[in-house]
């Protein structure tokens, strides 16, 4: 339960969970600089190529549902199918994934505490995580989605805060027409090179199409391989899986969109003539630049509670992610396992376990040779240029094209039919729910389903899943080619009425984003606060009471999930209030 949450969570709380732990320091940092650098290009190339990991990511979710029931991580699965080689090669990468995510985060919210208070960069590295390992080790997968929610809620406002100061009631700017004028100059001072007619106001970009595609290979590994994602779509309801990613992915895509498009423009319109240092721009400071230029010191407090709840609530699924890794897939599979024993499936295990390291080996040497070549010189500047990334990416993208299919007809086919990752089982939890005194039928997840019920899940996952793959292909279309590639190819260079409705659309989708990701969980949680609140007011007013052996007993402040005794107050949680409800009227 700890990692899984009963597998019961809805919709609107995994695409609040999805929202939050996509929602990287580096989402509002680097989306800010590339509008900088690139201009209007750089945000729309920003979220569409980080967004469509998450949408697709719907159908694989689906998948491990349908494939993997009981699976209590990703790689359970990759063990059951491949076996251990390929088992202990993804556990390397997915670690690997994991802790260059959590140093990123931790390394990015650093350099703007630094940057806006003069902290010490190690000490905030040590001290922003603190709170975010103390009610995760709590908590759990649970206290992590309740803190994404509330968190998101908070980020989600201060970018309001952030579009409306810029382009609707702002000192310094409050006008869209404002910011318009101020862009245009500032392509005359210094136009950018490989733009349309050297313009900032123009999706034509030669170095942020380049960055389109790095961000796009790029992302599917930070999405793909981090168990994160996958614990989410765990403890997703079965029904609840593919409508939570999509309409998560959705509603993120508003937030990098329209935040980088406000402060990354922003720090164009507001630094005058001398522009930021490179490394100031390259560290992501463009934002935090530009909220302190824009709103003075609230500007500063803003960014520091916006980068502040980036940093925690991504963290904390790092966290998840590597316990849960640690426990299922090195302790208990290889330490201490329970299972008496286990079906190794050899079906290309062998071009499952080479093709992601031959790949590796590959990308990394076609990204060090384009930056030899090119610069002749190793540094982070010439490592970390478009070029070499672009190589170092686009060879990691399609070098398992290569490899998979070859090493499959070199040691051959063998079909599959699944039910080794179906015999996953899950891990025992009685233990867990008796020493929180909880009565295991109130506890979702924990009651025995019927082969009938199984069959009848199965059914309407796989119509999902054909679904899933449905419209994660049309969206993707739709972010990858239909949206960008004609505004790129025409060349056009906004005019100040469509750069106004461009800023509009943004606002209405945040509005929308709110609605999913605020306004839905709640709506779809409103039975279970009912109840909970009400109990919370019966122990408060003394009115709840506890069955022990078929008789109510009143003054316990017991809570109506310790219930034992009797069927009949036992079988759900309103049959109890019912009776202590009545019990109470007689006396």
Sequence with gaps: MFTTAGRSVKSGLIAAGVVSSWTWAA??????????????????????????????????????????????????????RYGTITHCVFIVFCLMCNILVSAMLLAGGSAVVNSLTGMNTIAACFLLPVGVVLYTMFGGVKSTLLTDYAHTIILVVLVFIFAFSAYVSGDKLGST???????????????VEGNAEGSYLTVRSREGAIFFVINL?????????DCGYWNKAIAAHPVAAFPGYVLGGLCW????????????????????????????????????????????????????????????????????????????????????????????????????????????ACALIAWLVTTKKQYGVFTVETTGANNPMLAGNVTALLSPLLFSPALTFIFGRQNYDWESMKNIRKVDD????????????????????????????????????????????????CLLIIWPMPMYGSSYVFSKPFFRGWIVVGIIWLFGTAAGIIIFPLYEGRKTMATTFRSMWRDITGRR???????????????????????????????????????????
């Excluded at 054909?466 to 292909?473: D, E, K, Q, S, Y």
């Design 27 to 80: 989402t509002l940092l680097q989306s800010s600089s590339v509008a900088y650098k690139y201009g209007v290009s750089g945000p729309l190339f920003y979220a569409c190529g980080a967004g469509v990991q998450i949408i697709l990511f719907a159908t694989m979710a689906i998948e491990l549902k349908r494939r993997s029931p009981n699976a209590h991580t990703v790689l359970e699965g990759i063990r059951a």
């Design 177 to 191: 027409s404002k910011v318009y004028d101020l862009l245009v100059q500032a392509a005359i001072r210094h136009p």
């Design 217 to 225: 290979v790029g992302n599917f590994g930070t999405v793909f391989l």
């Design 253 to 360: 895509f508003a937030i990098p969109w329209l935040c980088s498009t406000t402060l990354g423009l922003v720090a164009l319109a507001l630094e005058g003539p001398e522009r930021m240092a490179t490394a100031d721009v390259t560290a992501g400071l463009a934002l935090p630049f530009a909220a302190v230029k824009m709103l003075g010191s609230g500007g500063a407090a803003a960014t520091l509670l916006l980068i502040f709840m980036a940093v925690t609530s991504a963290f904390s699924a790092e966290l998840i992610a590597i316990s849960s890794l640690f426990t299922y897939d090195i302790y208990q599979a290889y330490i201490h396992p329970k299972a008496s024993g286990k079906t190794l499936v050899d079906q290309n295990a062998i071009a499952a376990a080479l093709s992601p390291v031959l790949g590796l």
């Design 430 to 477: 009685s233990q867990v729910i008796a020493d929180a005194n909880v009565d295991i039928e109130q506890v979702p997840g924990q009651v025995d389903t019927t082969p009938d019920d199984m069959e009848e899940e199965m059914k309407m996952l796989k119509r999902t899943s054909t679904i899933a793959r449905c419209l994660t292909v049309i969206v993707a279309l």
């Design 545 to 587: 009471g506890k069955v022990v052996s078929g008789e109510i007993q009143h003054g316990s402040g017991v809570d109506a999930a310790n219930v034992g005794g009797d069927d009949e107050y036992s079988s759900t949680p309103e049959k109890l209030s019912k009776e202590i409800d009545r019990t109470s009227l007689k006396e």
